[in-house]
């Protein structure tokens, strides 16, 4: 199969459809394990931090929040590009899907960052230079989802969301080595591609597991929101009428949420 | 675990309140993006039905013609 018959076939909200119905229950499954299992393993299994003490243990909430809440963004920008590029409608889905997830998983990166400061710090909120640009992420979606909901024309407001999607994908970076450049109260990076990272591995370890379960909620949940747009802008078709009225006996239930 | 009784496990010397407070907020804001997504297909469904529902209607119609 060519690159370009796989290309097309992606670009199927059909096909994507029918296909994303598959991932559905082992996203979902994984990611709740995964999600409850480090949850329960950060909060009562693993020693406290020696400096922090038990305020540490919001890392396992915090930084996956922050991880996926970037990753959605970088997610989003891409749907934007390819559908500035190819014109592909599948893509402007997924970019409108993705916005209000990314939305809460900043919101949720802001909320546990600052109650984590409180203890840590002794402040709720600086205006340093990570928190100020996950704010700006934060408004960023919230630009989106204000910018589609805008526009009567769907195209037009999917060509203006690409646009302000791919400039806002300046400040993904800028988040990413914020604490690097402008040394400040929030600290750097405990965990290093390149390199020994600075966090001991039994407290690494409920973190991978979080982590991973962040993102593959993030997948599932990007899935069901684009699940929902393709039934919503294909329904004068006649297979999504039939996957409703339950004519279709190769779909998949729909008690998968 | 690392703490020797349930109370101690609440109380986390004194950060407990912001802990528990950030591992609550978080399944509550996962929980409401999965409600989301379900009062959103809900939805999605129901302009669904009342399109396949107009389609009928006509039908009936061009057929009380005939």
Not at chain 1, 148 to 156: G, L, P, S, T
Not at chain 1, 208 to 233: H, K, Q, S, V
Request: glycine share 8%; hydrophobic share 50%.
């Amino acid at each position: 199969m060519s690159i370009w018959t796989t290309f097309h076939k992606w670009g199927s909200p059909r096909w994507f459809y029918q296909f994303s119905g598959r991932l559905l229950p082992w996203l979902g499954g994984l990611s709740l394990l995964l999600l409850i299992g480090g949850a329960v393993w950060g909060l009562a299994l693993v020693p406290p931090d020696y400096k922090q003490g038990n305020s540490f243990r919001i890392i396992y909430v915090h930084v996956p929040a922050s991880a996926v809440a970037m990753g959605a963004y970088m997610t989003m920008a891409i749907a934007g590009a390819i559908h500035l590029i190819w014109r592909m409608k599948l893509a402007a889905m997924v970019m409108k899907a993705i916005a209000p997830i990314g939305a809460s998983l900043t919101f949720l990166a802001l909320l546990t960052g600052a109650v984590w400061g409180k203890p840590t710090w002794g402040t709720w909120w600086v205006w340093d230079a990570r928190i100020t640009s996950v704010l700006i992420l934060f408004f960023l979606y919230l630009g989106v989802i204000a910018l589609h909901q805008a526009f009567e024309n769907r195209e037009a407001a999917a060509k203006a969301c690409a646009v302000l999607v791919i400039v806002g994908a300046v400040n993904i970076p800028i988040i990413y080595w914020s604490v690097e450049w402008w040394y400040s109260l929030h600290q750097p990076a405990s965990i290093r591609f390149i390199g020994e990272s600075s966090i001991h591995p039994s407290m690494l370890r409920p973190l991978m597991a979080t982590m991973a379960g962040m993102y593959l909620f993030f997948a599932w949940a990007m899935l069901l929101f684009t699940r929902n747009e393709i039934l919503d802008r294909e329904r004068n078709t006649r297979w999504v009428q039939d996957i409703v009225c339950g004519n279709d006996k190769n779909a998949e239930s729909s008690s998968v949420l | 675990m690392y703490f020797d009784s349930i109370g101690e496990l609440f109380a986390m010397d004194g950060h407990g309140p912001y802990v528990w407070f950030c591992y609550g907020i978080t399944a509550l804001v996962l929980c409401v993006i999965l409600f989301e997504a379900r009062r959103r297909r809900l939805g999605a469904e129901q302009r669904v039905r009342g399109v396949v529902r107009r389609k009928q209607a006509n039908a009936h119609k061009v057929k009380g013609k005939e």
